[in-house]
């Protein structure tokens, strides 16, 4: 089985802002009725060679990657991607 589970915050830095600024939560709508947002994924389930999961947090298929992280990342500067599992 594969465990992923992730948990990030970032700084919210924009100009004039001080260093001291609060830090904001990366997950802004998965499973947020709960304490904390964890997904299993059996290796033996996954159809083909390779999974990708999903690391921004902003995937309509999370916690599968949809491409959303290509967007995320032009409108904030970050260079997040998936976590690719692949098949031995």
């Known amino acids: 089985s594969v465990y992923t589970t ?9 100009a004039g802002s001080s260093a ?3 830090s904001q939560p990366v997950n802004w709508s998965v499973q ?3 304490d904390k ?4 994924v059996d290796i033996e389930e996954i159809s083909g060679d390779k999974v990708c999961m999903c690391r921004c947090w902003r995937s309509k298929q999370f916690p599968y990657c949809d491409g959303t992280h290509n967007q995320h ?3 904030t500067g970050d260079n997040v991607g998936p976590l690719i599992v692949k098949k031995g």
């Open 73 to 75: 990342n032009k409108d």
């Open 6 to 14: 992730c948990r990030y915050k970032f700084s919210s830095k924009s």
């Open 20 to 22: 001291s600024s609060r």
């Open 37 to 40: 947002v964890v997904n299993t």
């Open 32 to 34: 947020k009725d709960k």
